[in-house]
């Protein structure tokens, strides 16, 4: 088996704890902060896929999605500190 597939997997392993986290988190920051690393391990689930396979168009989404979960956590933020958006 690829060493990209196992590292994967991992990776998806840590999504459902990542899930669980999010789904029983007793706080909305707690919450927020498992959504976040679901985010990034979304993000290393796509460049090791895009490694595996060698395809580069997988890591543009990924820079992509990066931005966006980024520019998303920061809005959440600061919507959770009580300042409007």
């Known amino acids: 088996m690829n060493p990209f597939m196992i590292a994967l997997v991992l990776v ?27 985010n990034t391990l979304v993000i290393a689930g796509m460049l090791l896929f895009g490694a595996a396979y060698k395809e580069i168009i997988y890591v543009d989404v990924a820079i992509v999605y990066a931005l966006l979960s980024y520019i998303t956590t920061l809005y959440i933020a600061k ?6 958006l």
Not at 23 to 35: E, H
Not at 79 to 84: A, M, T
């Open 12 to 38: 998806l392993v840590s999504v459902a704890i990542a899930i669980i986290r999010v789904l029983l988190g007793p706080t909305v920051p707690d919450r927020v902060v498992g959504l976040d690393t679901i």
């Open 79 to 84: 919507y959770l500190q009580g300042g409007k």
